[in-house]
């Protein structure tokens, strides 16, 4: 019984060490990947108005993941980089040719070494200068690393004030 | 009325028997077996079929969205919490962050108990995307209708989408993080 007892301990103890081990030896030093990983996050909210202020959304929609999923502040659903580039190359060669925007992150936390979820807070203007159409924005914002680089798998916007010039279905019209 | 006025939720019609409840079922007929010799081969089919009954017991992620329909339904803010992970993040309709599960409760209580109250929530389409085996994407429209003013007054219905973001930890899935916008129609 001892016995049986003893190897149990080494064992278990043996096992233990060959698994601490291996974790060591495969995962990168935690602070270490974290810091390099929040300093290259950290870019997201720029390169994301950058490229809606120059109205390139080719250079925007590669900010997504091939299959990401948009929800934008007027409820729409959009499912994969296509989508979101074609749906976003409308509006900025339209009505959003005259819009821009500045967006900085709320907060962000990580799920594991390869996704992290924040908000970033958004706030539109216009180029007149009317500030009835200045909007502030939240979006929950999912991050997955691809290939060493960091994109958007998902993306949710709501404004604050409600939607300009749009009513709910509900509304009278 | 809070932050979290006109914040929409869901609703379920009734609690449908989910997997979970009929793994269950099976084995607690178990406990109703007298004899040794049945017990002994039904025990070796209950361990043959363990896998599959591991399986049948784990709700995926678009199970949350059932829950959330249930506890929204039953404007049960306890239930509705418990959907949460504690340190998850909620982003109303009015773009109102709430942190935490304390929190999202808290705030769902007062909005079950007033303009909540008689309300209910229907999902009209979910789409589950894993990021990650333990990591997952939900997004499900929904419907609201009753939901009341401060004088009682029974609103129009309204439309949205929620995203959730569900992570899956020691075999439970639960929401990490979840935003909902209301359906504008373009002027």
Redesign the interface.
């Known amino acids: 019984m001892k016995r049986t007892t003893a190897i149990s301990i080494l064992a278990f103890v043996g096992l233990s060490s060959f698994t601490f081990d291996y974790a060591i030896g495969q995962t990168p030093e935690p602070t270490k990947w974290r810091a390099k990983d929040e300093q290259t996050i950290q870019k997201v909210p720029d390169d994301f108005s950058g490229a809606w202020n120059r109205h390139d959304m080719k250079a925007y929609s590669d900010l997504f993941t091939e299959?990401a999923?948009v929800?934008v502040?007027?409820?729409?659903?959009m499912?994969g980089r296509n989508e979101i580039f074609t749906y976003h190359d409308g509006l900025h060669k339209g009505v959003f040719k005259e819009r821009t925007l500045t967006a900085r992150w709320?907060d962000l936390?990580f799920?594991?070494a390869?996704?992290a979820?924040g908000?970033i807070a958004f706030a539109g203007r216009s180029s007149s200068g009317d500030e009835r159409r200045n909007t502030?924005?939240?979006?929950?914002v999912?991050l997955?690393k691809q290939q060493g680089r960091w994109l958007i798998?998902?993306f949710?916007?709501?404004?604050?004030?409600?939607?300009p010039?749009?009513?709910?279905?509900?509304?009278p019209k | 009325m809070g932050q979290f006025e006109g914040s929409g939720s869901s609703i379920l019609t009734a609690a449908r028997p989910t997997r979970t409840v009929e793994g269950l079922a099976t084995a607690g007929g178990v406990t109703m077996i007298k004899s040794i010799w049945t017990i002994v081969p039904l025990g070796v089919l209950f361990s043959l079929n363990l896998p599959a009954s591991s399986a049948a017991q784990t709700l995926g992620p678009d199970a949350l969205v059932d829950g959330f329909l249930r506890a929204f339904n039953t404007h049960d803010a306890k239930a509705f919490g418990s959907l949460f992970t504690e340190?998850a993040?909620w982003?109303?309709?009015?773009?109102?962050?709430v942190k935490g599960r304390a929190g999202i409760q808290a705030e769902h209580e007062k909005a079950f108990t007033t303009f909540f109250k008689s309300a209910t929530l229907a999902s009209t389409g979910t789409?589950v995307?894993l990021?990650?085996p333990?990591?997952a994407?939900v997004?499900f429209?929904w419907e609201l209708t009753g939901q009341v003013d401060k004088e009682g007054k029974v609103?129009?219905?309204?439309?949205?989408?929620i995203?959730i973001?569900a992570?899956k930890e020691e075999d439970q899935w639960r929401i990490?993080?979840?935003?909902?916008?209301?359906?504008?129609?373009?002027?």
């Open positions: 299959d999923d929800v502040i007027n409820g729409k659903h499912k709320k936390r799920i594991g390869d996704v979820i908000h502030t924005a939240l979006a929950t999912v997955v798998a998902a949710h916007n709501t404004l604050l004030s409600g939607h010039g749009g009513r709910l279905p509900s509304d | 340190d993040d982003v109303s309709v009015a773009g109102i962050r789409t995307r990021v990650r333990d990591v994407v997004h429209n609103a129009a219905p309204r439309r949205g989408v995203t973001v992570t990490t993080a979840g935003q909902n916008t209301n359906t504008f129609v373009p002027p």
